[in-house]
């Protein structure tokens, strides 16, 4: 089993920054894909940035430039540093966990993001 606790969601405006984290339960980077997702009022859950094991990354055309997903092996903890926030960047953002040989999958109970015009 593995526990993924997002935190660093909030209001703010337009072009401001935040940045997400998700902290896991034991150490799991070395054996999982990492990814945050969104998903917004009426719309599907969709895949914001991925990490894989060995550090190969992936970005949602609408984030690629704003958005950077880290990691910190030391502390199990997951980021996502978002830049020139817009409106359409408000949604539930989740934290996912992959196993990446048995695809197992584990998810956060994710964090508010809102930005105001």
């Known amino acids: 089993q593995v526990q993924l606790v997002e935190s660093g969601g909030g209001l703010v405006q337009a072009g401001g920054s935040l940045r997400l984290s998700c902290a896991a339960s034991r150490s799991i980077f070395s054996i999982y894909t990492m990814g945050w997702y969104r998903q917004a009022p009426g719309k599907q859950r969709e895949l914001v940035a991925g990490?894989?094991?060995?550090?190969?990354?992936n970005y949602a055309d609408s984030v690629k430039g704003r958005f950077t997903i880290s990691r910190d092996t030391a502390k199990n903890t997951l980021y996502l540093q978002m830049n020139s926030l817009k409106p359409e960047d408000t949604a539930v953002y989740y934290c996912n966990a992959r196993h990446e040989v048995l695809r197992i999958d584990y998810w956060g109970r994710g964090t508010q993001v809102t930005i105001s015009s």
């Open positions: 990490i894989t094991s060995s550090g190969s990354t």
